[in-house]
């Protein structure tokens, strides 16, 4: 009887021991987390550089101006300094957004539950049904709270990030721990993507539609030009300054071997 109660006490003791090492397997660990998001950064920074030149050469094609002619590609290089502030709080967010979930989520449901709710024809038609409100109500916010184009192409980017979430959500139906490895990935190398893009649109008819706050002066050694609700200052590279006249539609695109000074003015409130 003594040995029996002996080896069961064994028995006992080893489900335990499984059982315990099965949960610390599930439970999320900050130093795995971490260093999964670091073998991401070398990818996602050369996604972002991409995406930082695909972003400038939408803004100048905007006017009329291939800017691929007139630049380098060493001078495409440090486009990633200048998104690096809006990419590190777009990461931030989400980092803090994944732990907060990962740490305080609430006790997962059997296997069985995800997988009905999976195959559940009413919650995928629920799920149709949110997106498409999501889109259109997007859409139609807007287009009826704003009046002009840069306006309503500035909150695209955090509409782009909802959706995202919102699909990963429906994807994984509640289920975290079976978060496919692959749909991470996508949705954290997509995300310096899409926002640059819209960004290149979104700076450029800022500058048509005169929403800008700096007026520029821009002195050569011969001539002064001042920027205005007609004529825009767009920037500069290397070898050549741009602007854009919006009357005539025209680019205008300057060598920079006469040029002195810039002085950047902000507009009056």
Not at 53 to 67: M, P, Q, T
């Amino acid at each position: 009887m003594r040995n029996k109660k002996l080896e069961s006490n064994r028995v006992s003791r080893i489900k335990h021991s499984v059982s315990s090492t099965k949960e610390t397997k599930g439970a999320f660990d900050l130093q795995t987390f971490v260093a999964f998001l670091a073998k991401l950064i070398p990818i996602i920074t050369l996604i972002a550089v991409i995406a930082s030149s695909v972003k400038l050469a939408i803004f100048y094609d905007v006017f009329g101006i291939k800017i691929v002619d007139f630049i380098g590609v060493t001078e495409y290089l440090p486009l990633f300094i200048d998104e690096l502030h809006g990419l590190l709080k777009i990461f931030g967010g989400i980092f803090i957004g994944v732990l907060i979930v990962k740490i305080f989520k609430v006790k997962p449901h059997p296997k069985q539950i995800y997988k009905a709710r999976r195959e559940s024809k009413s919650f995928r038609t629920v799920s149709i049904l949110i997106t498409v409100m999501y889109v259109i109500g997007v859409v139609l916010y807007l287009f009826f709270k704003f009046d002009t184009l840069s306006e309503r192409l500035e909150p695209l980017g955090g509409v782009y990030i909802g959706f995202l979430m919102l699909l990963f959500i429906i994807k994984t139906s509640g289920d975290l721990n079976k978060v496919s490895s692959t749909i991470f990935i996508s949705i954290v190398l997509s995300i310096p993507i899409v926002p640059l893009l819209i960004d290149g649109y979104t700076e450029a008819y800022t500058i048509l539609d005169n929403r800008n706050k700096y007026e520029y002066k821009v002195i050569f050694e011969n001539e002064s030009i001042i920027s205005n609700n007609e004529i825009h200052f767009l920037g500069r590279s290397e070898n050549y300054i741009y602007f854009y006249n919006s009357t005539d539609k025209k680019a205008i695109i300057k060598t920079s071997n006469k040029f002195k000074e810039i002085q950047i003015i902000q507009k009056a409130k």
